[in-house]
């Protein structure tokens, strides 16, 4: 099939939104003050808890996954806010960025350019996204490729594990050390980007210095991990089964997963991944409409999972790219097609 740009699908979608689709959705800030609410009170919770260890480690996990869940929806509303679909004004949303991405103390300029710049100009080019998975090229060259490859999730491996339960942690903090060599933010940018990070670093040293370090093991550290879990479901999934593109055509690099619709409302819509490459600063509150547009367009072109199925097939398949469409272990010999369009 031939591969389209994102600018060529967006010109042909167009006619059929209205302005009211690609106005801010100011009301998402409402997430805001309940994520805050929910942690704020947990940590006050754990405050005031004894030291001690018995009948507590009953419900204390369940309140770490509570607090996991609300790192994870600051983080998807974070991540809204930096593309511009919640606020429009710069200052603003570099603020609202750093609050949503305070449980990761990710950069919102190094966001804006890892991610917003970067990832969604390039997806799924090879040597250039970050996101991207490496060629058996680039897995031959590099001892730390390797190294970091095999800890990928993929071919039934156990450890593939820790790519959920630390990636997005692992990968952000890369990001940061490596952006300056890697051309994605200017020196002043990147010292900048530095200090929001040290900024983020240090609010969490006073939160553990406050409540203590038992308290802040189960309402920092163990949500963490919750969170690091959601987040990395969706971003593994959204391109890691699909192929390498030269053209950026979100119909051939990008999937959609879909899960249940109170699901899609606590994670702000982040599965429809599909559609987000299409619009990024539309807000995903309208992707269930935009869904429907590009399913009548494109109707074998559009690709879609249900969230569980596409994580069974990333821990089955390889994680290294053989040629753009055919994933492989290099130990092994196995290999994986990656995801298609139905028509190819």
Known sequence: MQAQTTSTYASEIR??????????????LL????????????FLLLSRLPSVWSWQLAWLPLLSLVMGASFAGLTFLGHETLHGAVVRNLALRRLIGWLGFLPFTVSPRLWEAWHNRVHHGHTQLAGTDPDAYPTLGEYR????????????PGLKRLRGAFSLLIGFSVQSTHMLVDARRRGFLKPG??????????????????????????????????PLVVANVVVMSFILTNHSLSPLTDVNDPLLNSLSVTGPRWFEWVTLGFGFHVEHHLFPSMS?????????????????????????????????????????????????????QTLAPRQA
């Open 31 to 42: 997430w805001l003050p309940v994520h805050v609410s929910v942690l704020v009170g947990g």
């Open 284 to 336: 995903a509150r309208h992707h269930r409409k935009l869904r429907g547009i590009v399913q009548a367009l494109w109707p074998a072109q559009y690709q879609s999972l249900p969230l569980v199925r596409a994580l069974r097939a990333l821990h089955r398949s390889p994680r290294v790219y053989e040629t753009p469409t055919t994933l492989v272990d290099p130990k092994t010999g196995l290999r994986w």
């Open 189 to 222: 940018e990147h010292r900048r980007a530095i200090a929001e990070t040290l900024l983020g670093v240090a609010t969490w040293a006073v939160v553990a210095w406050l409540v203590g370090m038992q308290a802040f093991l189960f309402g920092f550290a163990l």
């Open 15 to 28: 006619p059929f939104l209205s302005k009211q689709e690609f106005a801010p959705a100011r009301t998402r």
């Open 141 to 152: 060259e590099s001892r730390a490729v390797r190294a970091a490859t095999g800890l990928a």
